[in-house]
């Protein structure tokens, strides 16, 4: 079992839930959510500097996340041994890698965690870091798609709302609600969230905290954003992954969305127990992709949705 999926196989009604709601899709509305999908990931502003974790002259640089020019420049101060190429440098024979090279692949994960969480508390402080939450997430790499099984550590774990700032790929997992009769049950954001708010967003979603499997993430969302109880949770398997990346309010936005399809229960009916969803609704397919095209949709949301129908790009998109 992988950590992003749930025991055992899809069943039966899981699969035909959401058969059942594509089934009902025009090919057109086929095109439109699949359309719509792909606006979830862009290209990054050709200013933008590359934040790369360096070593010594025998370490190749890993990535670490993307940079807003002026940010790039607040970190070179904050950061103790690090400093900005503003052209391209020879490393290791076809590398090159311009950007803020911060040298601390020496450093332990947590002393290197602790360093760079001081800076972006150092930032909060100017107003700089929105939606603190107290939480932090997990970097494991650049390129990790699904965070590992086999217990390494992370290269360095920091505040969740630091990870716009610093343009570092996260995780979050994303489940679509289908019901038997093809109709998809949707969140509203509360007006008080840090991102999209007051948007339709899936059923359950929310970020991957630092040392907790997306599976149990995935369960504990769903029953504090919808109330769903762990027996309720047994239609909900996996289903893929898919890469966002775009430019917000509080960065760079990149991030890897673990995808869930669930057949909700007969009867049940969500209801929100953390203050986090402002109202849910209960969708056609046309009423979906309606709202979809109208913008009322996160576009994290639209992305799994596609994904969850086998619609969605997979996990090779999401920016540079």
């Known amino acids: 079992?992988?950590?992003?999926?749930?025991?055992?196989?899809?069943?039966?009604?899981?699969?035909?839930?959401?058969?059942?709601?594509?089934?009902?899709?025009?090919?057109?509305?086929?095109?439109?959510?699949?359309?719509?999908?792909?606006?979830?990931?862009?290209?990054?502003?050709?200013?933008?500097?590359?934040?790369?974790?360096?070593?010594?002259?025998?370490?190749?640089?890993?990535?670490?996340?993307?940079?807003?020019?002026?940010?790039?420049?607040?970190?070179?101060?904050?950061?103790?041994?690090?400093?900005?190429?503003?052209?391209?440098?020879?490393?290791?024979?076809?590398?090159?890698?311009?950007?803020?090279?911060?040298?601390?692949?020496?450093?332990?994960?947590v002393d290197r965690s602790a360093r760079l969480q001081a800076a972006l508390q150092a930032c909060h402080a100017r107003g700089l870091v929105h939606g603190w939450r107290d939480e932090a997430f997990a970097f494991w790499g650049h390129d990790c798609l699904m965070p590992p099984e086999d217990g390494r550590p992370p290269l360095l774990a920091v505040e969740r709302a630091g990870f716009r700032f610093l343009g570092m790929r996260s995780h979050a997992v994303h489940i679509n609600g289908f019901t038997a009769d093809g109709r998809l049950w949707c969140g509203r954001r509360a007006r008080t969230k840090a991102t999209d708010p007051g948007q339709l967003d899936n059923v359950t979603a929310g970020g991957l905290p630092a040392g907790e499997a997306p599976w149990h993430c995935a369960q504990r969302e769903l029953l504090e954003e919808a109330g769903a109880l762990p027996a309720d949770t047994q239609a909900l398997h996996a289903h893929g992954l898919i890469r966002t990346a775009r430019v917000d309010a509080g960065g760079w936005h990149d991030e890897t969305l673990l995808v869930y399809n669930w057949a909700c229960p007969a009867g049940w009916t969500p209801r929100n127990q953390d203050g986090e969803v402002a109202e849910f609704l209960c969708l056609t397919p046309a009423q979906t992709v309606s709202r979809i095209l109208e913008g009322e949709f996160t576009r994290d949301a639209v992305a799994s949705l596609a994904q969850g129908l086998g619609l969605g790009t997979g996990p090779g998109t999401g920016g540079p």
Do not use: C, K, V
């Not at 594509?22 to 792909?38: F, P, W, Y």
């Not at 606006?39 to 500097?49: F, K, L």
């Not at 904050?78 to 601390?104: K, M, Q, R, V, Y």
């Open 1 to 109: 079992m992988t950590s992003g999926a749930a025991p055992g196989h899809p069943t039966t009604s899981s699969a035909a839930f959401s058969a059942a709601f594509s089934a009902a899709l025009s090919a057109t509305e086929r095109r439109q959510l699949a359309d719509a999908a792909a606006q979830a990931n862009s290209t990054p502003p050709a200013d933008m500097r590359i934040f790369w974790l360096a070593g010594n002259a025998e370490q190749q640089p890993l990535r670490l996340g993307l940079l807003q020019p002026e940010r790039a420049a607040l970190l070179a101060e904050l950061l103790p041994h690090n400093e900005i190429h503003e052209t391209a440098i020879h490393i290791f024979g076809d590398t090159h890698a311009s950007g803020l090279h911060w040298h601390a692949q020496h450093l332990s994960p």
